[in-house]
């Protein structure tokens, strides 16, 4: 019986196993390279036995021999063959152990192993068709997710970043059982995401130093006592009201009051505001301390806990004051998704379906066929929708390209918001409203009708309130902070998968979006 798993490192050709083996050696485990370890019970290189015997003699005996050392393995560190995961025999002997799947884009991969004496990593197109047949076993079996084989690191510097990345990794075992990990990571720096239920109660804590909680009077009441912070905690009202200028200066001062220092750091436990606004009070408190979000709303495990935006709203418009600030890491316990009624679950699953028709595929699929939403079954599409924002913020940190894609209903949804004084809407419906919008800007009535049935199947919104009025959400569209001198540029989608951003629109047509969505 296995009582100490080993830490076994999978992915595709080019990923840096070897190089993370490395890594662990370093930090004094005992490793076992898989592809050294086949040759040697082989008896000859692998490429040899596959021109020789071909590739099926060669994965049975790979599923023989990786199959046995992962059964008797106690501890240390392994480095898999890229295709040894195909194995069934492999992947029930996985269970048993800590698995890190390192993941690395087909360009990447391409260019540090193709064209060499590998067998299948002669012919690109075939490569690529590989990859991408692998990818779903390889995030089956993964405990934890780590971007790898970045261009523009050396060995070296990757071997030095794995090395960041080993001792959070490690961690996992502390944690409840079935918690994932995900490793964020942009031009700013790099951070853990951890993914799993029971978090708030664990035995270890990601920051030795003293934490400062920032939460709301509701959120504090249910969870504050039960997570590891032994500075003051500062409460604000629930809701977007919270989120000026006038609470950040409160929330900064009751800090400087309680004596917290720069070696300090602010918990921020709650929803979309309060990240927010503790994450930008982190920024500027003393030049800046660390954060380690704690999103406790479906809003924030699935957008906005991730990719370090700050800020608060200003009367002229929402977000208008900000900053980015990376975490130092995200708590994310899916448990308190059961504590939301259920309006406000449905508002946050407004950002999980954005994400689904952003990132198109596997995730579109299960975000559209939502029935009913039930906060026990939502962890793995919190899961997908986090590693959707770190891949995007890990292009383009400082929202100067990609990133906008995010933005996808959120231009006339923050109108929307902004002409209806942070009250009439809940972000998330604001937002559903707007990605109808952003549809019928998208010329693509069909996916717009999906979008609009899925809303109302969940009690969402799908009609403007005439109340709000249409002036005054196109006057708020045309303070939109992104707005250049060319104009607003909306984030258009045709097809799922396949947004297209920076996309100016002529004002008759943008207007007639807006108005057809008091009129249905």
């Known amino acids: 019986m296995i009582t100490n798993p080993a830490i076994v490192f999978i992915g595709f050709m080019g990923a840096g196993k070897s190089t993370a083996l490395a890594a662990a050696h370093d930090a004094g485990l005992v490793v076992t390279e898989a592809d050294e370890l086949m040759e040697r019970e082989l008896g000859a290189p692998i490429a040899d036995f596959f021109e020789r015997e071909g590739e099926e003699a060669f994965r049975a005996r790979e599923a023989e021999v990786l199959g046995a050392l992962l059964e008797q393995t106690d501890g240390g560190a392994i480095a898999l063959g890229g295709g040894s995961v195909l194995s069934e025999r492999v992947r029930a002997a996985l269970d048993r152990h800590l698995v890190v ?59 030095r970043s794995l090395k960041r990345v080993l001792p959070w990794v490690r961690h996992l075992p502390k944690l409840p059982a079935g918690t994932r990990m995900l490793w964020a990571h942009s031009a700013g720096g790099s951070y853990p995401v951890y993914v799993g239920r029971g978090m708030l109660d664990p035995e270890w804590w990601p920051l030795s130093s003293r934490g400062f909680c920032v939460t709301d009077t509701a959120v504090g009441a249910l969870y504050a006592d039960r997570i590891r912070a032994s500075g003051t905690r500062v409460e604000v009202a629930p809701g977007e009201a919270a989120k000026t200028m006038a609470e950040a200066e409160r929330v900064l001062r009751e800090l400087a009051r309680a004596g917290m220092t720069r070696e300090d750091h602010v918990v921020a436990l709650g929803g979309g505001v309060v990240g927010d606004l503790a994450g930008f009070c982190a920024h500027v408190y003393q030049r800046g301390v660390p954060v380690v979000q704690v999103p406790t709303t479906l809003v924030a495990q699935v957008d906005s806990a991730y990719g370090g935006k700050t800020g608060v709203d200003l009367p002229e418009g929402k977000n208008y004051a900000g900053a980015y600030h990376l975490p130092a890491a995200v708590l994310c316990d899916t448990s ?82 902004t002409a209806s004084g942070y009250i009439r809407y809940r972000h998330g ?47 708020a569209l045309q303070r939109d902070k992104k707005r250049t001198a060319d104009g607003v540029g909306f984030v258009l989608l045709s097809n799922p998968g396949f947004p297209r951003i920076g996309q100016i629109l002529a004002a008759a047509k943008v207007e007639a979006a807006v108005k057809e969505l008091y009129e249905r």
């Open 101 to 159: 799947w390192l993941k690395v884009g087909p360009a990447e991969a391409w260019r540090r192993v193709g064209g060499g004496d590998r067998p299948l990593a002669r012919d690109q197109r075939d490569f690529y068709a590989l990859l991408e047949e692998r990818t779903p076993v390889y995030e089956s079996v993964a405990d934890a997710i780590v971007p790898s084989g970045e261009e523009s690191l050396s060995l070296d510097a990757e071997e």
């Open 429 to 475: 419906e604001a937002i559903g409203l707007g990605l109808l919008a952003a549809l019928r800007l998208s010329d693509a009535p069909g996916l717009r009708d999906e979008v609009e049935g899925i809303l109302r199947r969940l009690g969402l919104p799908t009609t403007l309130d005439p109340a709000v009025e249409v002036d005054e959400v196109l006057g």
């Open 336 to 417: 308190t998704l059961a504590s939301l009624p259920h309006e406000d679950l449905a508002a946050g699953f407004v950002e999980a379906l954005k994400t689904g028709l952003l990132a198109g595929g596997m995730l579109w699929e299960r975000v559209r066929t939502i029935e009913v939403l039930d906060p026990n079954d939502l962890d793995d599409i919190v899961f997908a929708c986090a590693r959707h924002k770190c891949e995007v913020v890990a292009v383009d940190e400082r929202d100067s390209g990609w990133r906008a894609t995010l933005n996808l209903g959120h231009t006339v949804g923050h109108a929307i918001e």
